[in-house]
Nanobody, 114 residues
Framework: VQLVESGGGLVQPGGSLRLFCVASGFTFSTYAMGWYRQAPGKERELVAIISSFGLTNYADSVKGRFTISRDNAKKMVSLQMNSLKPDDTAVYYC?????????WGKGTLVTVSS
């Protein structure tokens, strides 16, 4: 299993970014995928999750601002982030749970600052 995130960067408050996670090594279309984030000095937390059927769930802190989606043909899960706030600053990770194990990417850094 390999997960590779991209799309992070520096953005001003109120701006937008789109994160991407490309997966390999498993049957992508049959697994739920999640985006998590870890801010400096804080624990890793769930941001959004999408089931194999496309059902989504979001952390309260990002509802209405972030949208998770998946493209099974490209084996990719995306996270569209709008109206970004300084509190969204974190390393964002992609995760899949497979056969009782969690697999993580290396993460992509999102910095929201003026």
């Amino acid at each position: 299993v390999q997960l590779v995130e991209s799309g992070g960067g520096l953005v001003q408050p109120g701006g937008s970014l789109r994160l991407f996670c490309v997966a390999s090594g498993f049957t992508f279309s049959t697994y739920a995928m999640g985006w998590y984030r870890q801010a400096p000095g804080k624990e890793r937390e769930l941001v959004a999750i999408i089931s194999s059927f496309g059902l989504t769930n979001y952390a309260d802190s990002v509802k209405g601002r972030f949208t998770i989606s998946r493209d099974n043909a490209k084996k990719m899960v995306s996270l569209q982030m709008n109206s970004l706030k300084p509190d969204d600053t974190a390393v964002y990770y992609c995760k899949v749970a497979k056969n009782g194990m969690n697999y993580w990417g290396k993460g992509t850094l999102v910095t929201v600052s003026s």
